[in-house]
């Protein structure tokens, strides 16, 4: 069953001879379930496309149906809701409330939605990303790796129609970087997510059931892995 549907994607900048074409006539499409990584050189476009798909940014032409909802045809508004609900953002700096705990960063989405916390998802949540003794920790007094698993986890508990990650791994050592993977992996298998990641990561790219080369804005290849 098809998730999402990416369709002619153009994101341009610039006029005339300073006009640069940051996506480039994109099309794809990724079923439910799927584990896809993008890769590409930095400059590439790659991170961009993510933002397109995720409804943080606005292309300059085309469309990007999640769920079977043209999201660019939403309002603002609209379109803000829709991205608590149905996207999970994960970003390569966390992007975590400072003032606010591990359980209440996680659950942020429930509560900008007004949405009420099932308690045993939590738990659960808390428990396979190994936060259970650090629930009640600020982000400042947790390491990078666990940050991020902070972020996947309020990624995931809304169980989103689709996980979108950006470089989750670049401000990671070697052993922080393997949790993450395993664990994007885990919320792909136990939790049935849609993941997409951009990244670097090569271990990451070889972990996806598919992975989409990006060069100059371009899907110079598409390929399922093994």
Known sequence: MEILRVENLNKIYGKGENEVRAVDNVSFQVEKGEF????????????????????VDRPTSGKVYIDGKD????????????????I??????????????????????????????????????????????????????????????????????NSPAIMLADEPTGNLDSKASEEIISLLKLSNKKYKQTVIVITHDEKIALEADRIITIE???IIKDERNG
């Open 36 to 55: 896809v990584a993008i890769i590409g050189s930095s400059g590439s476009g790659k991170s961009t496309l993510l933002h397109l798909i995720g409804g």
């Open 71 to 86: 999201i660019y045809q939403l309002s603002n508004d609209n379109l803000a809701i829709f991205r608590r609900r149905q």
């Open 88 to 157: 999970g953002l994960i970003y390569q700096f966390y992007n975590l409330i400072p003032i606010l705990n591990v359980e209440e960063n996680i659950t942020l989405p429930c509560d900008l939605d007004e949405q009420k916390v099932n308690p045993e998802k939590l738990q659960d949540l808390l428990k396979t990303l190994g936060l259970e003794k650090r629930k009640k920790h600020l982000p400042n007094e947790l390491s990078g790796g666990q940050q991020q698993r902070v972020s996947i986890g309020r990624a995931i508990i």
């Open 216 to 218: 100059d804005g371009k």
